[in-house]
């Protein structure tokens, strides 16, 4: 059974830098791809970003390209989410994701999901 553990959430001013983590276990994570949702307050969820945990390739949604980056370690079993340059737009539950189906991630609802956890950025 794939468990996705995030930690790293918190209260951040406008301008500054978090960094999530997600611990993934249950299972070797070749062939899949991992990311990050969030849900905004009162909205719907919506992806962040992706990266296929074999060859590290990576998508960002619009909103955070050029600010966000995900990365994985395979030794860990680890994926990262550095953000940079917070918004107040940022705040939002975020969740660690993981489905083998590569387009479930980028695209469409992925199966494994964590608990989530809070980024607020104040203004």
């Known amino acids: 059974q794939v468990q996705l553990v995030e930690s790293g959430g918190g209260l951040v001013q406008t301008g500054g830098s978090l960094r999530l983590s997600c611990a993934a276990s249950g299972r070797t994570f070749s062939g899949y791809a991992l990311g990050w949702f969030r849900q905004p307050p009162g909205k719907e969820r919506e992806f962040v970003a992706g990266i296929i945990w074999s060859v590290g390739s990576t998508n960002y949604a619009d909103s955070v390209k050029g600010r966000f980056t995900i990365s994985r370690d395979n030794v860990k079993n680890t994926v990262y989410l550095q953000m940079n340059s917070l918004k107040p737009d940022d705040t939002a539950v975020y969740y660690c994701?993981?489905?083998?189906?590569?387009?479930?991630?980028?695209?469409?609802?992925?199966?494994?999901w964590g608990q989530g956890t809070q980024v607020t950025v104040s203004a």
């Open positions: 994701v993981a489905d083998h189906r590569t387009q479930a991630v980028l695209y469409g609802t992925p199966y494994y």
